[in-house]
């Protein structure tokens, strides 16, 4: 293959992520970065190819915002927008020896240098001068391939049976943005809990870390308490906490550990049309002055915890659309997670840049789907593969951000249900209520006698 076609390659496979109208993802992605982490990682190409190792990484990436294709669809997308200058169709041999060849180590140091917190100065990402962090898990389907099966389980239903193999997924999460700090995942045999320690290298003083209660376990928060950063965390309304201490506020200290933690418990009260369902929280918190961290603030912060399901809903029914992922073996599956992760990150960075371009507009009105669909177009038409001397801070992507905020959030509530079953036979029937209710919530403080 001749240099000149090799370059144009190149380029196109650059897609969303070149220079030019689309700049607001060159920034995070650039060829710079992805040449670096190559030579790091010791996968550039050593002979000149059909699908060079950079052609690779951006075929990848490319492939996360067309999960519904195979990778020679998602490489013709990538050069639909040359016309007579696109370079010779590499066979789907071709492409998968390319991603065999690149492996998982490329994607996964890309990962590690765009991850973390997007730059901002929306006030919702920080509470009292600390950023607001989630931490959960989720489970992505892999293929039924016998190589998958021998490393990933199936998850068995009540009937007994099992679908596909499932690999389990746990992040940490910037409330607001939604940006991703850190990920770990692997069998889904491996819990949550051990997932979520291998993410205490991301925690720092300064952040305040949300988890619902299946995070409350003493030793895992002994280990996020260790780091610097505050916790929020839900745990079960009957747990035994003898208390020492008894704030002003109703509120008692408890030790946890080595750290003393601040115990809050509280009613809270929905109101709708339909009447009043009332739950029990009980929140444990390592910030211990009710003075400067006042607890009805901290009840309503622990629902911004939501924030990371959104950004799970966005990864797997946005991106993916519920599909299974490609990949049919365990080295497969990390590469595509990994360029999955990115592409999601490049996304949200894109998103951040174009609302924080306009003071006072809130990341949460950013819409995902928006910023997906304009990538996916901007990719297909090859826009901005040639370098323009000015760069565009928000780009085409923010600008269909921008031109389609969704509106302010509404207090509101909708059951947690399954609206359409894989099986008509595991559905919940015809008469479960699915309108969603304009709400007014209560909250009650709990004083608990030490």
Same mark, same amino acid.
């Given at each position: 293959?001749?240099?000149?076609?090799?370059?144009?390659?190149?380029?196109?496979?650059?897609?969303?992520?070149?220079?030019?109208?689309?700049?607001?993802?060159?920034?995070?992605?650039?060829?710079?970065?992805?040449?670096?982490?190559? %030579?790091? #990682? &010791?996968?550039?190409?050593?002979?000149? *190819? /059909?699908?060079?190792?950079?052609?690779?990484?951006? !075929? =990848? @990436?490319?492939?996360?915002?067309?999960?519904?294709?195979?990778?020679?669809?998602?490489?013709?997308?990538?050069?639909?927008?040359?016309?007579?200058?696109?370079?010779?169709?590499?066979?789907?041999?071709?492409?998968?020896?390319?991603?065999?060849?690149?492996?998982?180590?490329?994607?996964?140091?890309?990962?590690?240098?765009?991850?973390?917190?997007?730059?901002?100065?929306?006030?919702?990402?920080?509470?009292?001068?600390?950023?607001?962090?989630?931490?959960?898990?989720?489970?992505?389907?892999?293929?039924?391939?016998?190589?998958?099966?021998?490393?990933?389980?199936?998850?068995?239903?009540?009937?007994?049976?099992?679908?596909?193999?499932?690999?389990?997924?746990?992040?940490?999460?910037?409330?607001?943005?939604?940006?991703?700090?850190?990920?770990?995942?692997?069998? %889904?045999? #491996? &819990?949550?809990?051990?997932?979520?320690? *291998? /993410?205490?290298?991301?925690?720092?003083?300064?952040? !305040? =870390? @949300?988890?619902?209660?299946?995070?409350?376990?003493?030793?895992?928060?002994?280990?996020?308490?260790?780091?610097?950063?505050?916790?929020?965390?839900?745990?079960?309304?009957?747990?035994?906490?003898?208390?020492?201490?008894?704030?002003?506020?109703?509120?008692?200290?408890?030790?946890?550990?080595?750290?003393?933690?601040?115990?809050?418990?509280?009613?809270?009260?929905?109101?709708?049309?339909?009447?009043?369902?009332?739950?029990?929280?009980?929140?444990?918190?390592?910030?211990?002055?009710?003075?400067?961290?006042?607890?009805?603030?901290?009840?309503?912060?622990?629902?911004?915890?939501?924030?990371?399901?959104?950004?799970?809903?966005?990864?797997?029914?946005?991106?993916?659309?519920?599909?299974?992922?490609?990949?049919?073996?365990?080295?497969?599956?990390?590469?595509?997670?990994?360029?999955?992760?990115?592409?999601?990150?490049?996304?949200?960075?894109?998103?951040?840049?174009?609302?924080?371009?306009?003071?006072?507009?809130?990341?949460?009105?950013?819409?995902?789907?928006?910023?997906?669909?304009?990538?996916?177009?901007?990719?297909?038409?090859?826009?901005?593969?040639?370098?323009?001397?000015?760069?565009?801070?928000?780009?085409?992507?923010?600008?269909?951000?921008?031109?389609?905020?969704?509106?302010?959030?509404?207090?509101?509530?909708?059951?947690?249900?399954?609206?359409?079953?894989?099986?008509?036979?595991?559905?919940?029937?015809?008469?479960?209520?699915?309108?969603?209710?304009?709400?007014?919530?209560?909250?009650?403080?709990?004083?608990?006698?030490?």
């Amino acid at each position: 293959m001749e240099q000149a076609a090799i370059t144009r390659t190149v380029k196109v496979a650059a897609g969303v992520f070149a220079p030019g109208h689309i700049g607001e993802l060159t920034r995070i992605v650039p060829f710079e970065m992805v040449d670096d982490v190559l %030579a790091a #990682t &010791g996968t550039f190409q050593r002979r000149v *190819r /059909l699908v060079p190792a950079r052609v690779t990484v951006y !075929l =990848l @990436l490319a492939g996360a915002l067309f999960a519904e294709l195979g990778y020679r669809q998602v490489f013709d997308r990538l050069c639909a927008g040359l016309a007579g200058l696109a370079p010779a169709r590499p066979s789907g041999s071709a492409l998968r020896q390319a991603r065999q060849r690149l492996g998982a180590a490329p994607l996964k140091a890309l990962f590690n240098l765009v991850r973390g917190p997007v730059a901002t100065t929306a006030a919702a990402t920080r509470w009292r001068g600390l950023l607001v962090v989630a931490v959960d898990g989720t489970l992505l389907s892999v293929p039924d391939a016998p190589a998958n099966l021998a490393v990933f389980s199936k998850q068995r239903c009540n009937s007994g049976a099992g679908g596909y193999p499932q690999i389990r997924l746990t992040a940490l999460v910037a409330c607001g943005t939604r940006a991703v700090i850190g990920a770990a995942f692997g069998p %889904a045999t #491996t &819990g949550e809990l051990e997932y979520a320690s *291998r /993410l205490t290298g991301d925690l720092r003083p300064g952040m !305040l =870390l @949300l988890g619902d209660r299946n995070f409350a376990a003493a030793d895992l928060l002994n280990r996020f308490a260790a780091t610097g950063a505050h916790l929020l965390v839900r745990c079960k309304s009957g747990r035994k906490l003898p208390p020492v201490a008894r704030c002003g506020d109703g509120t008692f200290l408890a030790r946890l550990g080595a750290p003393t933690v601040r115990v809050i418990d509280a009613e809270i009260s929905i109101a709708t049309s339909q009447g009043v369902r009332i739950g029990h929280y009980r929140l444990l918190t390592t910030l211990t002055d009710p003075s400067a961290h006042p607890a009805c603030e901290l009840i309503r912060l622990y629902h911004e915890r939501w924030e990371i399901e959104t950004a799970y809903a966005e990864l797997k029914s946005t991106i993916l659309g519920g599909r299974v992922l490609r990949a049919r073996t365990p080295a497969g599956v990390e590469q595509e997670v990994w360029a999955l992760l990115v592409a999601y990150q490049a996304l949200r960075t894109a998103m951040t840049d174009a609302t924080d371009s306009v003071p006072g507009t809130d990341p949460d009105r950013a819409g995902f789907t928006v910023a997906l669909s304009a990538a996916r177009d901007q990719l297909i038409l090859a826009a901005g593969i040639i370098a323009d001397t000015i760069i565009d801070l928000v780009g085409v992507i923010g600008r269909h951000v921008l031109a389609q905020l969704l509106p302010q959030r509404r207090v509101r509530t909708k059951d947690r249900i399954v609206k359409r079953a894989i099986s008509k036979y595991n559905a919940r029937g015809p008469a479960i209520d699915r309108t969603t209710y304009k709400a007014t919530i209560s909250i009650n403080m709990l004083t608990t006698d030490p």
